[in-house]
C-alpha cells in the first residue's frame, strides 16, 4: 500500500495488539506503593429521610482508616457544577454534592464513604455504618412525579418540574397548520411514545486512583473517563487547588458509551480523602454499582404528532418530550434534550412547521445523561415513527412518504424549521441504495407471502440523520473546541499529543493515518498518545462523535502548520524558492527538478540539531492547533430491519438487517463499519430487550446482568452494510462523525419492522416475547 493512500484504507487498528494480549493498564491494574481503598455506602431506597449515621462500629474495624459522611466532605469539596443550568436547576434545584446530606434519593445514592487498608476490609467496614433512614414515597414513574400531589425530591422547590419549555411560546400556528391540512383532505397522526430508560454497561465499570502528595501539594487522579480535561479543570474548582497541581491521567478506557461524560461523587470523594489521608487511594466500582450508580440514558416520553397531505407531504411536527432526569443533576443532563432531541426533531425531511416543548422532570431514580447517541435517538425515534404512521394513515410506501419529504441535495446548507442548518447530505441516495440491497420490491413480495401463510413478518425502515462534531461557537457556554500538539523528533519519528479521549473508537489509528498521509511517512513512524492533561494543555475529550470531525482537524491543521515549517527548512537545505517546495511520498522536492530532495527525516534532523538554521527559523518542531469548528455536521443513512414474529410464543427473530450510511469522507472504513456494528446492536439492544426496571417504592429491579438483558452476537442476523460518501464542508477532512449513526438509526427501524409485522400503528419497546404475545392476542 502506498504512504499517499493511508487515509481511507482499511488497516486494522494499532491498539488493538496490546488490548487483546492482555498488556493494557486500566485503573485497575495501577498499584501505589501505601495505596489505601475506598468503598461507598450507598442508600438501600429510592426515597429515604437519614436521620442520623453511626459510624463508630466502621471507624473502630481493624485496617479502617477513615470514615467520611456528607459532614466531614459537603463543606469541603463543592457542589459539581452543570454545563448549562437551565430553569430551577440555575436555583440549586438537582445540583449535587459528593455524599447526601438529610435525604437519599435514588437507589444506591452515595451516603457515606470507608478508606481501608484493602477492599475487602473496607467492604466489611461500610457494612458496619448504621444509617437511620425514614423511608419516604418514592416519584418513579416521570408523568405522575409532575402532578401536585406527587411526592417531591427537593421540597423547597414545590414541584419535581425543573423546567418547561414550548418553541415557540404557543401552539397557534402549528394548529392553524394542522386544521388546514385536515380542511384539506390530508391526516393527522399521533402516537405516545416510551423512550425507556437504558443502563449503558461499559465493559470496564469505573474506577479512580487519586494520589495527593502533601509536600508539594500535587494530586494526580487517574480516572476511567471520556473527559480528562474537563475532569482536571471541575476537580480543581470543587476540592480548591490551582489547575496546574492537578494532574488527571486517563489510561486504557474499556468503554463508556457516554457514561464516563460526567464528573462523578466517587472521583470528588476519592481525591478528597487523599487529600486528608495524604494516601494513595483507590476505588473501583463493581457491576451491581454500576447498574444503580451510573448514569443512565434515554427515558425520555414523546407525544409525536404530524400533519400530513393526502398526498404524504409533512406538513408540520409537534413534539413534546417529557424527559426523566432522575434525581440530580449531571453534567450535561438537562440540555439533552434542548441540545441534541430539538434540533433534529424535523429528521431527514423537510417539513414547513414545527413546535417543540419539553418537561424536565427530576424522579428517585438513577440520574440520566448522555448514552450513545443522547438525545437523537429519541427525535429520530419520534420521527422515523411519524414517518410510518403517515404512511399507514395513507396506505403508502413508508419508503415513498420518505422520499416525497426528504431535503433535497440542492438544499444544503439547509435551515430547518427548527432553526438548525444541516451541512450536507443526500438522503434519496442512502435510501436507494439500502433499497436496492435489500432487493426491497421482492422483500415486499416474499412479505405478502408469508402474511398469506398466516405468519407475522415486518419490514421497517428508518431514515435518519443525526447532529455530531460538537461544537461550533455558541454551542455551550465553554469553547468545545479541540486540540493537537505534533512533534517531529529527531529521527523523524512524530508524536501527536490529542486533547480528545479515545476509548475504544480506535484513533491511535485514524489520527495517525491522517498524519502519514499528510507526511508521506509510514505509519510505523508515527504515534498517538491521549488523555494526560501534562501532555497537552487543554482537550475537551471523546463524546457526540466529535472525535473524528473535530480532533482530527485540529490534527490535520497543525500538520499543516509544521509542513510549512518543514517546508522553509527544506527550501535553505535545496537552495529553492519555498514556494517551489513540495512534499511527496516522504520527500521535499523542488517542483521542475525531482532529483533535487532531502527526505522528511533528513529535515526533522535538520530543525532539531542543526545550529546552522536559516535567521528567522526556530529551532525544533512542533505546532499545536485548536480546531472550533464553525458548524456542526449531520451524518445520516437508511437502515432497513426485517423481522419475524412466533404467533404462538411472542418471539421475534431479526431476519435481516441493512444498512447504508453516510459519514462524508471515511478516514479508515474498517474503523467505520466496527462502529456501525457495535451501534447497530445497541440500538436493537434497546428495541429488542434492554430496560431499566424501577418498582414503585424506588427499588432498582435490574441491579444485575442476571436481569438487565444485554444483546449478544448469537441473536443477531449478519449486518448487510454499504455506504454513500458526501462530504462535508465544514471541515478540512470532509468527515462527519459515525460513533452514534448506528444506535440512533437501527432502534426505530427495528421498531417500525415490529409494528408492521403486528399491524398494529404503535408497539413500546423493548419487544421481548410477553410484551409482544400480549399485543398479538389483544389485537
Ligand atoms: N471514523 C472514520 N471516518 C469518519 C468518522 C469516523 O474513520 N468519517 C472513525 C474514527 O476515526 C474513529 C471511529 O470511526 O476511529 C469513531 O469516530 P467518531 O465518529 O469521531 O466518534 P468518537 O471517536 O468521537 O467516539 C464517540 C462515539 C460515541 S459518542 C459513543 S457514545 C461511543 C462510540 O463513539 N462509545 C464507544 N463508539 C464507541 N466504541 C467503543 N468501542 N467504545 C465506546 O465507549
Redesign the pocket.
Known amino acids: 500500500m502506498g504512504i499517499a493512500a493511508m487515509l481511507g484504507s482499511p488497516i486494522k487498528r494499532r491498539e488493538d495488539p496490546r488490548l487483546i494480549t492482555g498488556q493494557a493498564t486500566y485503573v485497575d491494574d495501577i498499584k501505589l506503593y501505601g495505596m489505601l481503598h475506598l468503598a461507598v455506602l450507598r442508600s438501600p431506597y429510592g426515597h429515604a429521610r437519614i436521620n442520623s449515621v453511626n459510624v463508630d462500629a466502621a471507624r473502630n474495624l481493624p485496617g479502617v482508616v477513615a470514615v467520611y459522611t456528607a459532614e466531614d466532605v459537603n463543606s469541603v469539596v463543592g457542589k459539581v457544577a452543570v454545563a448549562v443550568p437551565v430553569g430551577k436547576i440555575a436555583e440549586g434545584m438537582g445540583v449535587r454534592s459528593p455524599l447526601a446530606q438529610d435525604k437519599v434519593r435514588f437507589f444506591g445514592d452515595p451516603v457515606a464513604v470507608v478508606i481501608a487498608d484493602d477492599r475487602y476490609t473496607a467492604r466489611d467496614a461500610r457494612d458496619l455504618i448504621e444509617v437511620d433512614y425514614e423511608p419516604l414515597p418514592a416519584a418513579i414513574d416521570v408523568e405522575k412525579a409532575m402532578q401536585p400531589d406527587a411526592p417531591l425530591l427537593y421540597e423547597e422547590f414545590g414541584t419535581n418540574v425543573a423546567l418547561s419549555l414550548s418553541l415557540p411560546d404557543t401552539t397557534e400556528e402549528i394548529d392553524k397548520v394542522f386544521e388546514q391540512t385536515k380542511a384539506d383532505g390530508g391526516v393527522v397522526v399521533k402516537t405516545r411514545i416510551v423512550n425507556q430508560r437504558l443502563a449503558p454497561v461499559?465493559m470496564e465499570t469505573r474506577g479512580v486512583v487519586a494520589d495527593f502528595n502533601k509536600g508539594s501539594q500535587k494530586l494526580t487522579l487517574w480516572s476511567s473517563s471520556q473527559i480528562p480535561h474537563i475532569l482536571r479543570n471541575v476537580l480543581a474548582a470543587t476540592v480548591g487547588l490551582p489547575t496546574h497541581q492537578v494532574h488527571v491521567i486517563v489510561p486504557e478506557v474499556g468503554?463508556?458509551?457516554?457514561s464516563k461524560l460526567n464528573i462523578y461523587p466517587e472521583e470528588l470523594l476519592t481525591a478528597f480523602a487523599s487529600m486528608k489521608l495524604g494516601r494513595p487511594i483507590k476505588w473501583i466500582e463493581d457491576r451491581s454499582e454500576n447498574m444503580a450508580a451510573t448514569i443512565h440514558g434515554r427515558d425520555q416520553v414523546d407525544y409525536i404528532e404530524a400533519a400530513a397531505t393526502k398526498d404524504g407531504k409533512v406538513t408540520g411536527v409537534k413534539l413534546h418530550a417529557v424527559s426523566d432526569m432522575g434525581s440530580y443533576s449531571q453534567l450535561f443532563t438537562d440540555v439533552m434534550v434542548l441540545a441534541f432531541t430539538f434540533p433534529v426533531v424535523c429528521g431527514a425531511y423537510d417539513i414547513p412547521a414545527v413546535h417543540r416543548s419539553t418537561d424536565l422532570v427530576f424522579t428517585n431514580k438513577t440520574p440520566t445523561d448522555?448514552?450513545?447517541?443522547?438525545g437523537r435517538p429519541e427525535a429520530t425515534f419520534a420521527i422515523e415513527r411519524a414517518m410510518d404512521l403517515v404512511a399507514r394513515e395513507l396506505g403508502k410506501d413508508p419508503a415513498e412518504v420518505r422520499r416525497i419529504n426528504f431535503i433535497q441535495p440542492d438544499q444544503f446548507p439547509y435551515k430547518s424549521s427548527t432553526g438548525t442548518v444541516y451541512d450536507s447530505g443526500n438522503y434519496e441516495a442512502a435510501l436507494d441504495k439500502a433499497l436496492a440491497l435489500a432487493d426491497y420490491k421482492s422483500l415486499r413480495a416474499e412479505q405478502a407471502q408469508k402474511r398469506a401463510e398466516g405468519k407475522l413478518v415486518g419490514i421497517g425502515i428508518s431514515s435518519y440523520i443525526e447532529v455530531?462534531g460538537i461544537g461550533p461557537k455558541g454551542f455551550a457556554p465553554v469553547g468545545l473546541f479541540e486540540s493537537a500538539r505534533l512533534r517531529v523528533d529527531v529521527g523523524g519519528n512524530v508524536t501527536v499529543y490529542t486533547g480528545?479521549s479515545?476509548?475504544?473508537?480506535?484513533?491511535e489509528?485514524?489520527?495517525a493515518q491522517i498524519v502519514a498521509e499528510e507526511f508521506g511517512i509510514p505509519i510505523e513512524s508515527i504515534v498517538v498518545l491521549h488523555g494526560d492533561t501534562e501532555a497537552i494543555p487543554e482537550g475537551r475529550g471523546?463524546?457526540?462523535?466529535?472525535?473524528?470531525?473535530v480532533g482530527?482537524s485540529a490534527v490535520f491543521t497543525a500538520a499543516q502548520k509544521l509542513k510549512e515549517k518543514m517546508k522553509l527548512i527544506a527550501s535553505h537545505m535545496l537552495e529553492a524558492s519555498p514556494s517551489d517546495v513540495t512534499l511527496e511520498d516522504g520527500k521535499f522536492s523542488v517542483a521542475g527538478s525531482p532529483q533535487k530532495s532531502v527526505t522528511f527525516a533528513e529535515v526533522a534532523a535538520t530543525a532539531n540539531l542543526s545550529n546552522t538554521l536559516h535567521p528567522g527559523i526556530e529551532p525544533g518542531l512542533e505546532a499545536t492547533s485548536f480546531w472550533e469548528p464553525e458548524a456542526n455536521v449531520f451524518p445520516f443513512g437508511t437502515h432497513i430491519c426485517v423481522v419475524e414474529v412466533d404467533k404462538e410464543t411472542g418471539e421475534a427473530q431479526i431476519t435481516r438487517y441493512i444498512a447504508v450510511d453516510d459519514?462524508?469522507?471515511?478516514?479508515?472504513?474498517m474503523?467505520?463499519q466496527g462502529?456501525i456494528h457495535?451501534?447497530i446492536a445497541q440500538g436493537v439492544g434497546q428495541a429488542m430487550i434492554e430496560g431499566v426496571v424501577y418498582g414503585e417504592d424506588g427499588q432498582l429491579l435490574t441491579a444485575t446482568l442476571m436481569d438487565y438483558a444485554m444483546p449478544i452476537a448469537s441473536e443477531l442476523p449478519s449486518f448487510e452494510l454499504d455506504h454513500t460518501v458526501t462530504p462535508t464542508p465544514v471541515n478540512p477532512l470532509g468527515?462527519?462523525?459515525?460513533?452514534?449513526a448506528g444506535t440512533i438509526g437501527s432502534t426505530p427501524a427495528v421498531a417500525n419492522a415490529m409494528a408492521d409485522a403486528l399491524g398494529v400503528a404503535h408497539v413500546d419497546m423493548p419487544y421481548k416475547p410477553e410484551n409482544l404475545w400480549k399485543v398479538i392476542h389483544q389485537s
Not at 468503554?255 to 457516554?258: L, T
Not at 448522555?370 to 443522547?374: I, M
Not at 468527515?735 to 452514534?740: I, N
Open positions: 461499559a468503554g463508556g458509551f457516554g448522555a448514552y450513545r447517541g443522547a455530531c480528545s479515545p476509548h475504544g473508537q480506535g484513533e489509528t485514524t489520527f471523546t463524546y457526540g462523535s466529535r472525535t473524528t470531525p482530527g459519514c462524508g469522507r471515511q478516514l479508515n472504513p474503523l467505520v462502529q457495535g451501534g468527515a462527519k462523525g459515525v460513533g452514534e
